[in-house]
């Protein structure tokens, strides 16, 4: 069955979506994301993905105070993201409460350092976040897109020890236009081992089903929770 992953994505502390990743299309949809974590967690959901986008944009750390009210008020299996950096980064994440930590642009940018992270914590911790436009990576919060193949990338760090992946097509994210299915069904096919969390543009319970009748691992939805398109209840039938 497939795994349930609602996102919070964090600026100023407020618990907001943008879309397809550009920080001028802003939505803010609860003041203080403790409240739509537990109310996550009233409606039976076990995992959390958040996402720190003021970290995302200063490649640094910064909302781990949310993370920590989030992880000490709640029993999600919180996976964390967005500016993980540096050993510091994440040695603050995980002692704020995270269970996972997922790096995108860190696995680009210094490939050493987060081949040591899968290393010192462990394959179970370290998710590998491979956000793509056109197959190719995109990094930064999307801001910048690489000319590294999706599937080049993934090739590289299955070989290191990786079992988890986000991959988002930033082009579907926020849109509510469905997920980019045969992606990830190329990706499934590509990497029988890979256990593949989609994430952008689910809009309805129908694409969830459609990733589980593929057997993809875990879906992030956020957009669609928040503009009312998905009911938490419904999500139920999931466990």
């Known amino acids: 069955m497939i795994q349930i992953i609602p996102a919070i994505d964090i600026i100023d502390g407020k618990c907001v979506r ?10 803010k ?7 739509v974590a537990m109310l996550f967690e009233d409606n039976g959901i076990k995992r959390l993905h958040l996402v720190d ?8 750390i910064m909302n781990y105070k949310t993370l920590e009210r989030i992880a ?4 999600l299996h919180i996976d964390f993201g967005g500016g993980l950096q540096s050993d510091k980064d994440v040695e603050i994440a995980f002692e704020c409460g995270a269970k996972q930590i997922t790096g995108g642009s860190i696995a680009v940018k210094n490939k050493a350092l987060f081949a040591e992270w899968i290393n010192k914590y462990g394959a179970e911790k370290i998710i590998l976040g491979a956000d793509t436009k056109d197959k190719k990576i995109a990094v930064h919060g999307w801001q910048e897109t690489s000319e590294i193949h999706l599937f080049d990338f993934v090739d590289e760090y299955l070989a ?3 079992k988890y992946c986000i991959s988002t097509d930033v082009s579907k994210d926020g849109m509510l236009q469905g997920p980019a299915i045969d992606l990830y069904k190329e990706m499934k096919d590509r990497f029988p081992p890979l256990q593949i969390i989609a994430s952008g543009g689910v809009s309805n319970i129908n694409d969830i089903e459609l990733l589980d009748k593929e057997g993809i ?6 957009k669609a929770i928040y503009e009312g398109r998905i009911a938490l209840v419904d999500l139920k039938q999931f466990r």
Do not use: F, H
């Open 53 to 60: 986008l003021d970290g995302a944009k200063e490649k640094r």
């Open 72 to 75: 000490g008020k709640t029993q």
């Open 18 to 27: 943008l879309t397809q990743g550009d920080y001028a299309q802003v939505t």
């Open 29 to 35: 949809y609860y003041d203080d994301p403790l409240d």
């Open 217 to 222: 691992y875990g879906v992030i939805i956020g």
């Open 160 to 162: 290191k020890g990786i």
